[in-house]
């Protein structure tokens, strides 16, 4: 089995397109976390000096998962804040996760466009024939 | 169900007959090219939409349709709540609300043109835009409510603009029948600072000069004059509104389910008019659109005053603004009758005829200002409802040129930098918060916004009236 975690954008012609893959279901949420936020800033323009938590309730993965992503916009959006790092934890239908990050700064982030929801549109969270688990959304933007 | 393709069965009326779970057909405006662009998946999402539960006449595409969540972007569904119709979250989009203000300001290019940039280093300045801007209104809770119920006109009660410019806003301003209490505490955070600010993306404040008049009379009544300069503004209801879209997105999925209605995409989720749901998501979105009209309307007031720091003595007055994300209550004539339908339109305007009631006395007898938005560089248009539109589209037209590249392809191909200097050869000054952005947006990116306004006019669902040329663009 391949153990290696990677993230990356898919084509969409109207907006953009999120995954995550990793050797558990936990490495393969973090990282589709990590592409929603490269889609607004450079990933090494984010220091990690700051923490934030999310936790969430829900038997659906895939619901689970979307309720994730738009936690995460939604601290982009209200609170200003922006991640490089992302740890996560899925057990019995309990999603516990650890933002690594620090306010949005301007000057410094040259955010580009801003990501407005996740939609259910490509939501999926699967496994390979290798078992690796593969989670993909399209955001709007 | 099957995919079928569509049929042509006029001039620029493409056909998909109902089958299946359809319960009526589907009708896409368009020209062969226009048709050829189209994803298939276009063609599959409105055969979808036709499906919903008391949809009513067809499910359409305007000629700038592609592909969206549930709904295309540039479509339009009638719902009739008495044969058990219904709202859908995903029908009306995640920008709710997002549309078009056209300001008039009486002064000649050449002018603007002498002080170009200038006037786009202090537009840059004092239009809040971009990311995280945090420049906007800082607003208490009770405000907030007050806002979220009267819209636009909470925005000119507190100093934004004049009474005159409500009645050159669809619904004088308001949008009636918000309920403020629908509105989460989340989606209220995300307003934070943002009242009053361009956002990112397609958003955009253009000063454009009117390049071509097409219709004297209309022209005339709207106020334009060959070689004269416009402002526009593009932007929506911020992060409000991306987060009550994005709760009953989500809430619409559960409910779909309980009153087992079979959903052929969860974006289209969906809830009966008569529900609380669907109440509830109307009084939210409702909502939304004061949030957008009080948005655009800030935004106008700050542009205007700007203007009229450069340009001393110019008039800057609202020839109008159109929302191009909405759910609106409205009386249409279908199948012999009148009725009081829910109108979604998901990146298509609503471009009232001649005589419509709701029209402002000015513009009543040459039909509803329809403001086109173009990409980047390119073209931007003037239209007006006809008579001919109510019949066919609900009163409903295009809304822009809509993508054919994505963001990703967009970014490798068209670097920043090359954007704006490409833009400049062409006279056109750029002023954007990241370049990255500016390569996502590049004109190239775009269908062409011609084309589209061309099968718009020559199928009646608008009149083409005049065509505007870039000169100053802010971008988020």
């Not at chain 1, 407005?116 to 939501?123: E, I, P, R, T, V």
């Not at chain 2, 709207?222 to 911020?238: E, P, T």
């Not at chain 2, 106008?300 to 191009?324: I, K, M, N, Q």
Request: proline share 4%; net charge neutral.
């Amino acid at each position: 089995m391949n153990n290696s975690a990677y993230w990356k954008h898919l084509d969409h012609r109207a907006d953009i397109g999120i995954q995550g893959v990793g050797p558990g279901l936990d490495q393969a949420v973090a990282q589709a976390g990590l592409a929603l936020m490269a889609v607004m800033c450079d990933l090494e323009l984010i220091r990690r000096i700051e923490s934030r938590y999310i936790d969430l309730q829900g038997h659906d993965p895939e619901l689970l998962f979307f309720d994730f992503l738009n936690e995460l916009i939604f601290l982009v959006s209200a609170e200003g804040f922006v991640y490089s790092g992302l740890e996560v934890n899925i057990h019995n239908g309990r999603l516990q996760a650890t933002v690594l990050g620090e306010p949005l700064d301007n000057s410094r982030h040259r955010p580009a466009v801003e990501v407005k929801g996740a939609s259910f549109n490509g939501l999926q969270v699967r496994q390979d024939k290798n078992g690796q688990y593969i989670v993909s959304c399209i955001v709007d933007v | 169900m099957s995919m079928q393709k569509p049929v042509r069965t006029s001039s620029y009326i493409y056909r998909l007959e109902p089958e299946g779970p359809m319960r009526v057909p589907g009708f896409i405006f368009a020209d062969d090219e226009l048709l050829a662009d189209m994803e298939a998946d276009v063609f599959r999402q409105v055969a979808n939409v036709a499906t919903l539960p008391g949809i009513v006449h067809g499910a359409l595409a305007m000629p700038d349709a592609h592909l969206g969540y549930g709904f295309p972007i540039g479509g339009v569904g009638a719902f009739d709540p008495h044969q058990g119709g219904v709202v859908s979250a995903g029908g009306v989009g995640f920008d709710i609300a997002c549309g078009v203000r056209t300001l008039v300001t009486g002064i000649h290019k050449d002018r603007v043109l002498a002080e170009r940039k200038a006037l786009a280093d202090l537009m840059y300045q004092n239009i809040p835009a971009g990311l995280g801007t945090r420049k906007g209104l800082k607003i208490s809770s009770s405000e907030m409510d007050r806002m979220l119920a009267q819209g636009g006109r909470w925005a000119v009660g507190k100093g934004y603009g004049t009474s005159s410019d409500l009645e050159k806003t669809e619904e004088g301003g308001t949008a009636y029948g918000a309920d403020p209490g629908a509105v989460s505490d989340k989606a209220r955070k995300r307003l934070d600072r943002e009242l009053g600010t361009l956002g990112s993306g397609n958003h955009y404040l253009e000063i454009q000069a009117i390049q071509e008049i097409f219709d004297d009379n209309a022209a005339q009544a709207f106020g334009l004059r060959k070689d004269d300069v416009v402002i526009s503004i593009h932007c929506g209801s911020r992060g409000l509104g991306h987060q009550v879209a994005t709760e009953f997105i989500r809430l619409m999925v559960q409910e779909s389910s309980r009153q087992n209605i079979r959903l052929p995409d969860r974006d289209l989720a969906c809830a009966p008019i008569f529900s609380d749901t669907g109440q509830q998501y109307l009084g939210a979105m409702r909502a939304a659109i004061n949030c957008a009209l009080a948005n655009r309307q800030i935004l106008a007031h700050l542009a205007r005053e700007t203007f009229e720091t450069v340009f001393p003595g110019a008039r800057v007055s609202l020839l109008y603004d159109v929302c191009h994300n909405t759910c609106r209550e409205e009386d249409h004539e279908t199948g012999g009758r009148k009725a009081g339908l829910f109108v979604h339109r998901k990146g298509a305007t609503r471009a009232f005829g001649p005589g419509h009631p709701d029209l402002p006395s000015v513009y009543r007898q040459v039909g509803q200002p329809v403001l086109i938005g173009g990409s980047m560089g390119t073209s931007s248009y003037i239209m007006a409802g006809t008579s001919e539109g109510m019949h066919l589209s609900f009163g409903s037209a295009c809304h822009g040129a809509g993508r054919v590249m994505s963001r990703k392809q967009a970014v490798k191909k068209y670097p920043g930098r090359q954007v704006i200097d490409h833009l400049q050869k062409m006279n056109i000054e750029v002023r954007s918060h990241s370049f990255k952005g500016l390569s996502e947006e590049a004109p190239e990116a775009y269908k062409d916004v011609s084309r589209v306004v061309e099968v718009s006019h020559n199928s009646s669902l608008a009149r083409k009236v005049a065509r505007l040329k870039p000169m100053i663009c802010i971008k988020g």
